[in-house]
């Protein structure tokens, strides 16, 4: 049984917020949204954590993935991120396949991701057999990530 079936939504809620305190800690007025990962096991413990520290460096499920383990379980895993993961190279490689290249069992993100060419990871995911919730505390990650949504709405507009 995918992860994501075991954990109640308070615990992935709890995360959700962990994920934003991380996120702070990347640069606000960055070209890449401020982002934060957190990884849960079967029983809801964080047992990794991750956050983009801007444009060029590893994204925050590349650093959480990173600090897991090496002998875990993934497929027992939750990624919880703030932002869907991405879905296409830019200075780094897409989060969706790195989360799929690692076995992670399910992932849960609070906003879908705007932009034409990095949207569609949870798609990706869900293609590749994980469990994928969308839209978890929506409302508070759209809050955190408004600069960055606004400054890619004029972005879009300008093109």
Known sequence: M??????????????????????ERGPALNANPQVGCVILDETGAAVAEGWHEGAGTPHAEVMAIAALPRDTDASRLTAVVTLEPCNHTGRTGPCAQALIARGIGAVAFGLSDPGAASSGGGETLRAAGITVTGGVLAAEVREFLAPWLTRQAEATRDD
Do not use: K
Not at 2 to 23: D, F, N, Y
């Open 2 to 23: 995918p992860a994501a079936h075991a954990l109640s939504p308070e615990v992935i809620e709890s995360a959700m917020r962990r994920g934003l305190q991380l996120a």
